[in-house]
Protein backbone atom coordinates (compact mmCIF):
# COMPACT_ATOMS: atom_id res chain seq x y z
CA UNK A 1 0.00 0.00 0.00
CA UNK A 2 0.84 3.59 -0.76
CA UNK A 3 2.51 5.40 2.57
CA UNK A 4 0.39 8.49 3.29
CA UNK A 5 3.30 10.94 3.10
CA UNK A 6 4.59 13.73 0.04
CA UNK A 7 6.29 12.37 -2.56
CA UNK A 8 8.30 14.46 -5.08
CA UNK A 9 7.71 12.28 -8.04
CA UNK A 10 4.02 13.79 -7.66
CA UNK A 11 2.45 16.49 -8.65
CA UNK A 12 -0.94 17.89 -6.59
CA UNK A 13 -2.90 20.63 -6.47
CA UNK A 14 -5.51 21.42 -3.42
CA UNK A 15 -9.06 20.81 -4.94
CA UNK A 16 -11.32 24.26 -5.43
CA UNK A 17 -13.62 22.54 -7.49
CA UNK A 18 -17.41 22.67 -6.02
CA UNK A 19 -18.47 19.72 -8.16
CA UNK A 20 -15.61 17.60 -6.62
CA UNK A 21 -15.77 16.75 -2.83
CA UNK A 22 -15.75 19.71 -0.22
CA UNK A 23 -13.50 22.42 -1.72
CA UNK A 24 -10.28 22.94 0.11
CA UNK A 25 -10.57 19.44 1.52
CA UNK A 26 -8.96 16.97 -0.53
CA UNK A 27 -5.99 16.91 -3.16
CA UNK A 28 -5.98 16.19 -6.99
CA UNK A 29 -3.32 14.62 -8.17
CA UNK A 30 -2.21 16.02 -11.45
CA UNK A 31 0.99 14.49 -12.45
CA UNK A 32 3.82 12.55 -12.83
CA UNK A 33 7.65 12.74 -12.12
CA UNK A 34 9.85 12.10 -14.84
CA UNK A 35 11.99 9.63 -12.74
CA UNK A 36 9.18 7.30 -12.35
CA UNK A 37 8.66 4.17 -14.16
CA UNK A 38 8.27 0.83 -13.76
CA UNK A 39 5.63 -0.14 -11.13
CA UNK A 40 4.20 3.21 -9.29
CA UNK A 41 1.76 3.39 -6.34
CA UNK A 42 -0.32 6.55 -6.04
CA UNK A 43 -0.28 7.91 -2.51
CA UNK A 44 -3.98 7.96 -0.49
CA UNK A 45 -2.83 11.24 1.27
CA UNK A 46 -0.95 14.20 0.76
CA UNK A 47 -0.21 17.49 3.53
CA UNK A 48 -2.62 15.42 5.62
CA UNK A 49 -5.80 15.68 3.14
CA UNK A 50 -7.11 12.76 1.45
CA UNK A 51 -6.05 12.53 -2.40
CA UNK A 52 -10.06 12.42 -4.18
CA UNK A 53 -8.95 12.74 -7.82
CA UNK A 54 -5.63 10.86 -10.17
CA UNK A 55 -5.96 13.61 -13.23
CA UNK A 56 -3.47 12.42 -15.83
CA UNK A 57 -3.73 14.01 -19.14
CA UNK A 58 -1.94 15.83 -21.51
CA UNK A 59 -0.44 19.14 -20.26
CA UNK A 60 -0.01 17.41 -17.06
CA UNK A 61 3.41 16.25 -17.29
CA UNK A 62 7.12 17.76 -17.66
CA UNK A 63 6.87 18.30 -20.90
CA UNK A 64 7.15 15.66 -23.74
CA UNK A 65 8.01 12.91 -20.91
CA UNK A 66 6.32 9.89 -21.42
CA UNK A 67 6.72 7.72 -17.99
CA UNK A 68 7.93 4.09 -19.04
CA UNK A 69 5.26 3.02 -16.10
CA UNK A 70 4.19 -0.61 -16.54
CA UNK A 71 1.57 -0.95 -13.63
CA UNK A 72 -0.38 1.48 -11.70
CA UNK A 73 -1.62 0.91 -8.27
CA UNK A 74 -4.62 3.32 -7.04
CA UNK A 75 -6.30 2.99 -3.26
CA UNK A 76 -9.74 2.43 -3.08
CA UNK A 77 -12.22 5.70 -2.80
CA UNK A 78 -10.02 8.03 -5.67
CA UNK A 79 -11.63 8.61 -8.85
CA UNK A 80 -9.46 8.66 -11.97
CA UNK A 81 -8.69 10.36 -15.30
CA UNK A 82 -5.92 8.81 -17.09
CA UNK A 83 -5.28 9.57 -20.81
CA UNK A 84 -4.07 5.92 -21.70
CA UNK A 85 -1.44 7.84 -24.47
CA UNK A 86 0.90 8.89 -22.33
CA UNK A 87 1.74 5.74 -21.13
CA UNK A 88 1.94 3.80 -23.90
CA UNK A 89 3.79 0.74 -22.02
CA UNK A 90 1.19 0.90 -19.26
CA UNK A 91 0.25 -3.04 -18.84
CA UNK A 92 -2.56 -3.31 -15.98
CA UNK A 93 -4.04 -0.96 -13.46
CA UNK A 94 -5.10 -2.47 -10.47
CA UNK A 95 -7.29 -0.44 -8.17
CA UNK A 96 -8.09 -1.61 -4.31
CA UNK A 97 -11.97 -2.25 -4.68
CA UNK A 98 -11.97 -2.85 -0.30
CA UNK A 99 -14.06 0.11 0.12
CA UNK A 100 -16.52 -0.10 -2.62
CA UNK A 101 -18.90 2.57 -0.55
CA UNK A 102 -16.50 5.68 -1.53
CA UNK A 103 -15.57 4.58 -5.48
CA UNK A 104 -17.25 3.97 -8.85
CA UNK A 105 -14.18 3.38 -10.11
CA UNK A 106 -12.80 -0.48 -10.37
CA UNK A 107 -9.86 -2.83 -12.51
CA UNK A 108 -10.67 -6.07 -14.06
CA UNK A 109 -8.33 -8.48 -15.61
CA UNK A 110 -6.02 -5.40 -15.70
CA UNK A 111 -8.70 -2.34 -17.21
CA UNK A 112 -10.08 0.49 -15.40
CA UNK A 113 -13.70 0.51 -14.95
CA UNK A 114 -16.42 2.88 -13.86
CA UNK A 115 -19.62 1.54 -12.89
CA UNK A 116 -21.24 -1.66 -10.60
CA UNK A 117 -18.66 -4.20 -10.54
CA UNK A 118 -21.09 -6.84 -9.41
CA UNK A 119 -23.11 -6.16 -12.46
CA UNK A 120 -25.32 -3.31 -14.55
CA UNK A 121 -24.05 -1.08 -16.33
CA UNK A 122 -20.87 -0.28 -16.59
CA UNK A 123 -18.06 2.06 -18.77
CA UNK A 124 -14.55 0.96 -20.18
CA UNK A 125 -12.38 3.92 -18.87
CA UNK A 126 -8.72 2.61 -20.03
CA UNK A 127 -7.81 -0.50 -21.76
CA UNK A 128 -3.99 -0.41 -20.99
CA UNK A 129 -1.94 0.34 -23.99
CA UNK A 130 0.62 -2.13 -23.64
CA UNK A 131 -2.07 -4.98 -21.93
CA UNK A 132 -0.86 -8.34 -23.23
CA UNK A 133 -3.76 -10.46 -25.16
CA UNK A 134 -5.03 -9.94 -29.49
CA UNK A 135 -8.52 -10.65 -28.24
CA UNK A 136 -11.14 -8.60 -25.78
CA UNK A 137 -14.70 -9.55 -25.66
CA UNK A 138 -17.13 -6.78 -23.84
CA UNK A 139 -19.82 -7.81 -22.07
CA UNK A 140 -23.53 -6.43 -22.54
CA UNK A 141 -24.63 -3.70 -20.69
CA UNK A 142 -20.83 -1.72 -21.57
CA UNK A 143 -20.51 1.73 -22.62
CA UNK A 144 -17.55 3.56 -23.58
CA UNK A 145 -15.02 6.11 -22.89
CA UNK A 146 -13.28 8.30 -25.06
CA UNK A 147 -9.79 7.02 -25.97
CA UNK A 148 -10.33 4.19 -23.96
CA UNK A 149 -8.30 1.78 -26.33
CA UNK A 150 -6.29 4.39 -27.33
CA UNK A 151 -3.02 2.51 -29.03
CA UNK A 152 -3.74 -0.83 -27.55
CA UNK A 153 -0.50 -2.64 -29.28
CA UNK A 154 -1.83 -5.88 -29.11
CA UNK A 155 -5.08 -6.20 -29.45
CA UNK A 156 -6.29 -7.74 -32.58
CA UNK A 157 -9.67 -8.53 -32.12
CA UNK A 158 -12.68 -7.06 -30.04
CA UNK A 159 -16.17 -7.98 -29.49
CA UNK A 160 -18.35 -5.38 -28.93
CA UNK A 161 -21.83 -5.81 -27.33
CA UNK A 162 -24.77 -5.68 -28.99
CA UNK A 163 -26.38 -2.91 -26.87
CA UNK A 164 -23.32 -0.55 -27.48
CA UNK A 165 -24.66 2.42 -28.78
CA UNK A 166 -21.58 5.22 -29.32
CA UNK A 167 -18.05 4.41 -29.99
CA UNK A 168 -16.81 7.53 -29.29
CA UNK A 169 -13.96 9.64 -30.39
CA UNK A 170 -10.65 8.20 -30.66
CA UNK A 171 -11.29 5.32 -28.77
CA UNK A 172 -9.28 2.29 -30.90
CA UNK A 173 -7.30 4.88 -32.75
CA UNK A 174 -4.04 3.66 -33.60
CA UNK A 175 -4.70 0.20 -32.21
CA UNK A 176 -1.51 -0.95 -34.64
CA UNK A 177 -2.57 -4.65 -34.76
CA UNK A 178 -6.28 -4.57 -34.84
CA UNK A 179 -6.90 -6.66 -37.81
CA UNK A 180 -10.48 -6.35 -38.32
CA UNK A 181 -13.91 -4.88 -36.76
CA UNK A 182 -18.06 -5.60 -36.52
CA UNK A 183 -20.20 -3.33 -35.62
CA UNK A 184 -23.09 -3.96 -34.18
CA UNK A 185 -26.30 -2.45 -35.18
CA UNK A 186 -27.20 -0.65 -31.95
CA UNK A 187 -24.55 1.89 -32.66
CA UNK A 188 -26.02 5.20 -32.98
CA UNK A 189 -22.82 7.37 -33.53
CA UNK A 190 -19.09 6.87 -34.54
CA UNK A 191 -17.29 9.92 -33.16
CA UNK A 192 -14.26 11.59 -35.01
CA UNK A 193 -11.08 9.56 -35.00
CA UNK A 194 -12.62 6.42 -33.27
CA UNK A 195 -10.36 3.90 -35.69
CA UNK A 196 -7.98 6.52 -37.51
CA UNK A 197 -4.26 4.98 -37.33
CA UNK A 198 -5.66 1.17 -37.12
CA UNK A 199 -2.71 0.60 -39.67
CA UNK A 200 -3.45 -3.53 -39.69
CA UNK A 201 -7.55 -2.76 -39.82
CA UNK A 202 -8.50 -4.78 -43.25
CA UNK A 203 -12.32 -5.15 -42.97
CA UNK A 204 -15.22 -2.97 -41.30
CA UNK A 205 -18.49 -4.72 -40.93
CA UNK A 206 -21.90 -3.30 -40.76
CA UNK A 207 -24.22 -5.85 -39.89
CA UNK A 208 -27.72 -5.66 -41.64
CA UNK A 209 -27.03 -2.24 -43.40
CA UNK A 210 -31.05 -1.31 -43.27
CA UNK A 211 -31.75 -1.96 -40.19
CA UNK A 212 -29.35 1.17 -39.00
CA UNK A 213 -32.10 3.47 -39.16
CA UNK A 214 -30.66 4.95 -36.14
CA UNK A 215 -27.18 5.83 -37.07
CA UNK A 216 -26.73 9.78 -36.54
CA UNK A 217 -23.52 10.43 -36.98
CA UNK A 218 -19.75 9.03 -38.22
CA UNK A 219 -17.19 11.24 -37.11
CA UNK A 220 -14.72 13.49 -38.62
CA UNK A 221 -11.61 10.98 -39.89
CA UNK A 222 -13.35 7.86 -38.07
CA UNK A 223 -11.59 5.37 -40.37
CA UNK A 224 -8.95 7.85 -41.83
CA UNK A 225 -5.09 6.99 -41.83
CA UNK A 226 -6.15 2.66 -41.85
CA UNK A 227 -3.35 2.30 -44.42
CA UNK A 228 -4.47 -1.67 -44.95
CA UNK A 229 -8.04 -1.25 -45.47
CA UNK A 230 -9.46 -2.30 -48.81
CA UNK A 231 -12.99 -1.11 -48.83
CA UNK A 232 -15.78 0.09 -46.81
CA UNK A 233 -19.56 0.24 -47.03
CA UNK A 234 -21.28 2.45 -44.42
CA UNK A 235 -25.06 2.35 -44.00
CA UNK A 236 -26.75 5.31 -44.17
CA UNK A 237 -26.07 8.15 -41.72
CA UNK A 238 -27.56 11.57 -41.18
CA UNK A 239 -24.10 13.16 -40.46
CA UNK A 240 -20.62 12.09 -42.02
CA UNK A 241 -17.67 14.11 -43.13
CA UNK A 242 -15.57 13.81 -46.40
CA UNK A 243 -12.69 12.96 -44.26
CA UNK A 244 -14.03 9.37 -43.12
CA UNK A 245 -11.49 7.86 -45.33
CA UNK A 246 -8.60 10.19 -45.77
CA UNK A 247 -5.32 9.09 -45.91
CA UNK A 248 -6.20 5.08 -46.39
CA UNK A 249 -3.91 4.15 -49.00
CA UNK A 250 -4.83 0.95 -50.06
CA UNK A 251 -8.80 2.21 -50.24
CA UNK A 252 -9.88 0.46 -53.24
CA UNK A 253 -13.59 0.94 -53.31
CA UNK A 254 -16.30 3.21 -51.10
CA UNK A 255 -19.93 2.19 -50.70
CA UNK A 256 -23.20 3.72 -49.56
CA UNK A 257 -24.94 7.25 -49.32
CA UNK A 258 -24.71 9.12 -45.92
CA UNK A 259 -24.90 13.08 -44.62
CA UNK A 260 -24.58 15.27 -47.35
CA UNK A 261 -22.22 12.21 -49.33
CA UNK A 262 -22.69 9.52 -51.94
CA UNK A 263 -20.24 6.72 -53.37
CA UNK A 264 -20.65 6.15 -57.18
CA UNK A 265 -18.84 3.27 -58.61
CA UNK A 266 -16.23 3.68 -55.44
CA UNK A 267 -15.70 6.97 -55.36
CA UNK A 268 -17.18 9.32 -53.41
CA UNK A 269 -19.35 12.47 -54.28
CA UNK A 270 -20.67 15.54 -52.07
CA UNK A 271 -24.92 15.90 -53.76
CA UNK A 272 -26.40 19.17 -53.37
CA UNK A 273 -29.82 19.77 -51.72
CA UNK A 274 -31.81 17.91 -53.96
CA UNK A 275 -29.01 14.83 -53.69
CA UNK A 276 -27.28 15.14 -57.37
CA UNK A 277 -23.69 14.64 -57.04
CA UNK A 278 -22.07 17.47 -58.09
CA UNK A 279 -18.88 17.80 -55.52
CA UNK A 280 -16.15 15.22 -56.80
CA UNK A 281 -14.33 14.62 -52.83
CA UNK A 282 -12.03 11.15 -53.02
CA UNK A 283 -11.08 8.48 -55.43
CA UNK A 284 -9.54 5.76 -53.76
CA UNK A 285 -5.62 5.33 -54.39
CA UNK A 286 -5.85 2.18 -55.27
CA UNK A 287 -9.17 1.67 -56.89
CA UNK A 288 -9.44 -0.39 -59.83
CA UNK A 289 -10.36 1.78 -62.90
CA UNK A 290 -11.63 -0.59 -66.34
CA UNK A 291 -8.94 1.29 -67.73
CA UNK A 292 -6.04 3.87 -67.41
CA UNK A 293 -8.59 6.91 -67.48
CA UNK A 294 -11.34 8.33 -64.80
CA UNK A 295 -14.41 9.97 -66.74
CA UNK A 296 -16.47 12.61 -63.56
CA UNK A 297 -19.64 12.50 -64.91
CA UNK A 298 -21.13 14.98 -66.27
CA UNK A 299 -23.00 17.71 -63.52
CA UNK A 300 -19.60 17.22 -61.72
CA UNK A 301 -18.91 21.42 -60.37
CA UNK A 302 -16.01 20.66 -58.07
CA UNK A 303 -13.28 18.95 -57.64
CA UNK A 304 -12.36 18.83 -53.90
CA UNK A 305 -8.61 19.26 -52.21
CA UNK A 306 -6.82 16.80 -52.31
CA UNK A 307 -9.63 14.43 -54.48
CA UNK A 308 -6.92 12.47 -56.63
CA UNK A 309 -4.20 12.55 -53.95
CA UNK A 310 -1.63 9.41 -53.67
CA UNK A 311 -3.62 7.64 -56.28
CA UNK A 312 -1.46 4.96 -58.22
CA UNK A 313 -3.98 3.34 -60.60
CA UNK A 314 -4.81 6.36 -63.19
CA UNK A 315 -2.96 8.05 -65.91
CA UNK A 316 -5.68 10.18 -67.12
CA UNK A 317 -8.56 12.19 -65.82
CA UNK A 318 -11.36 13.25 -68.33
CA UNK A 319 -13.32 16.24 -67.09
CA UNK A 320 -16.39 17.41 -67.33
CA UNK A 321 -17.95 20.59 -69.34
CA UNK A 322 -19.96 21.38 -65.97
CA UNK A 323 -16.22 22.03 -63.85
CA UNK A 324 -16.33 25.40 -62.49
CA UNK A 325 -13.95 24.49 -59.01
CA UNK A 326 -10.78 22.56 -58.85
CA UNK A 327 -9.30 23.14 -55.68
CA UNK A 328 -5.40 23.38 -54.35
CA UNK A 329 -3.15 20.13 -54.68
CA UNK A 330 -6.50 18.23 -56.12
CA UNK A 331 -4.02 16.08 -58.36
CA UNK A 332 -1.06 15.92 -56.02
CA UNK A 333 1.17 12.97 -55.47
CA UNK A 334 -0.62 10.76 -58.17
CA UNK A 335 -0.17 8.30 -60.89
CA UNK A 336 -1.93 10.88 -63.11
CA UNK A 337 -0.17 12.32 -66.28
CA UNK A 338 -3.16 13.71 -68.49
CA UNK A 339 -6.20 15.83 -68.08
CA UNK A 340 -8.75 15.92 -70.90
CA UNK A 341 -10.92 18.64 -71.14
CA UNK A 342 -14.10 18.72 -73.28
CA UNK A 343 -14.37 22.81 -73.98
CA UNK A 344 -12.03 25.17 -74.87
CA UNK A 345 -9.00 27.31 -73.89
CA UNK A 346 -10.99 30.34 -73.74
CA UNK A 347 -13.50 27.77 -71.07
CA UNK A 348 -10.87 26.69 -69.30
CA UNK A 349 -9.17 29.83 -68.31
CA UNK A 350 -12.69 30.53 -67.27
CA UNK A 351 -12.32 27.40 -64.55
CA UNK A 352 -11.42 28.51 -60.96
CA UNK A 353 -8.55 26.46 -60.04
CA UNK A 354 -4.89 26.94 -58.26
CA UNK A 355 -1.75 25.79 -61.01
CA UNK A 356 -1.96 21.70 -62.02
CA UNK A 357 1.29 20.19 -61.50
CA UNK A 358 3.90 20.57 -64.26
CA UNK A 359 4.08 16.70 -64.73
CA UNK A 360 0.28 16.21 -65.68
CA UNK A 361 -0.55 17.52 -69.64
CA UNK A 362 -3.52 19.26 -70.43
CA UNK A 363 -5.48 17.89 -73.43
CA UNK A 364 -8.45 19.49 -75.19
CA UNK A 365 -10.87 17.65 -76.68
CA UNK A 366 -13.91 20.08 -77.49
Known amino acids: MSENKPNPDFEFRLNMDRDFGEPGKSYVLTGLGKHLSGHIEIPSSHDGLLVGLVQLYQGLLDGNVRPNIRTIYVPAGIA ?63 YLSKKAFYGAKNLRRIRLPDDLHIIPDGCFAHCENLESIDIPTSVGEIGNSAFQGCSSLRSVTFHSEESY ?44 RFG ?29 APEDAYVLPEGTECIHRGAFLGVKTLREVRLPRSIKTIEEDAFVSSSIRTLEYPGTEEEWNAVKKDPIPSEITLRFKP
Open 213 to 256: VGLTTVGECAFADCVSLKSIKIPPAKMAPSSIVRGCASLERIEG
Open 260 to 288: GFVAIDGALFATDFFGYPIHFIFYPPMRK
Open 80 to 142: LHVDGSLFPSLEAIDVDDMDVRRSHYYSQDGVLYYGNKEGGLRGVLLYPPNRPGEEFELSVHT
